[in-house]
């Protein structure tokens, strides 16, 4: 675990990963190879000690839950959804956990990690689903006696301290899952707040950040437009609202979301443009928001960037004391 294993797992290189998807003639696609980093539950003197549980194994989907190995008291619920444009990754590729680790420390939090269903096998809302079956899964833990809850959850879940969060399109599955359980009773579990770190958005008229992306780094404008037709619903655009909510999403929807949110974005996302629209539709919908947008920075930048990493936690535990 480290910095260094971050830096040295994600760092961007020629070659963008997302392009290197092919699309198979039967719909399907192949990934690139990205390395896959077990738990660490058995491992020595780790710093977090990490484990997989089943989640609905009929799909296939898990939680990865990791756990500050030194702590002692009850901690804050990080329920965190993996980026890849919902059709790359998973909780154990190798960027996502050494991410996860570090946040596990640095927030002394109890951070579970949803493997969930990827696109195109399961386009959207197959994600939205599975975030909501965790979010069940934790109410029912919250419900349970200690002695039949998950071990970690009974020592040290605080449940009265729920945070939904993502990055990415994990931020964007984190927004919707908001407003899913707004019309469901999750007691007692109780959400005290969303973190949408850099939220995929998309949108059928290109934004200027938008337009000026052909060759970004990490998430060029071709890259972008192929996964949201590959993740889309058959025949929906980017206006949909799954991908366009600022457009397409009606504002007595979004101002279900009663929790606060916290929305970082980066002047150098080609994202950016698109972050600051939700922002405004977020604030009209009275949604209490903490907006970050102006930090210097490309979309993930926190995945291989050390300094980058630390100055996020920082302002997610501020977030989460305040």
């Known amino acids: ?50 484990r997989d549980i089943p989640l609905n194994p009929s799909l296939k ?67 939205y689903d599975d975030a909501l079956d965790a979010i069940l899964w934790l109410r ?20 009265d301290r729920f945070f939904i969060a993502g990055s990415s399109s994990g931020a964007n599955m984190a927004f919707h899952a908001a407003i899913r359980i707004a019309d469901l009773d999750i007691q007692p579990l109780k959400i005290a707040g969303v973190l949408l770190n850099q939220p995929y958005l998309g949108g059928q008229e290109r934004t200027k950040s938008e337009d000026d992306s052909e060759n970004d780094v990490i998430l060029p404008l071709r890259a972008s437009d192929m996964m949201w037709r590959l993740a889309l619903p058959l025949g929906a655009d980017r206006d949909h609202e799954y991908s366009n909510p600022a ?41 209490r928001v903490v907006v970050q947008l102006e930090d210097e920075g490309i979309h993930a930048i ?12 920082v302002a997610v535990k501020e977030f989460i004391n305040a």
């Not at 929807?253 to 698109?274: E, N, Q, T, V």
């Not at 926190?302 to 936690?313: I, M, T």
Request: proline share 7%; hydrophobic share 45%.
């Open 247 to 287: 457009a397409a999403m009606c504002v007595t929807k979004i101002s279900k979301i009663r929790a606060r949110c916290l929305i970082k974005g980066r002047r150098g996302d080609p994202l950016i443009d698109r972050q600051r629209q939700f922002v405004k539709v977020m604030e009209a919908a009275g949604v």
């Open 61 to 127: 989907t898990s939680l990865r839950l990791y756990l500050p190995s030194s702590s002692l008291q009850k901690l804050p619920i990080i329920l965190f959804f993996h980026g890849g444009g919902f059709i790359l990754f998973n909780s154990s590729s190798a960027p996502y956990q050494f991410f996860c680790e570090q946040m596990a420390q640095s927030l002394s939090a109890l951070v579970l990690s949803l493997d969930y269903r990827l696109a195109p096998d399961h386009r959207l809302p197959a994600a």
């Open 302 to 313: 926190e995945l291989f960037d050390p300094a980058a990493a630390e100055a996020f936690f």
């Open 1 to 50: 675990m480290g910095d260094h294993g971050i830096e040295c797992s994600a760092k961007p290189n020629s070659t963008n990963m997302f392009l290197q998807i092919i699309e198979n003639p039967d719909g399907t696609i192949t990934r690139p190879f990205v390395p896959q980093i077990p738990p660490s539950d058995l491992i020595d003197g780790a710093d977090v000690r990490s």
């Open 140 to 159: 029912a833990q919250a419900a349970a006696d200690s002695s039949a809850r998950d071990s970690w959850l009974a020592s040290h879940a605080d449940f």
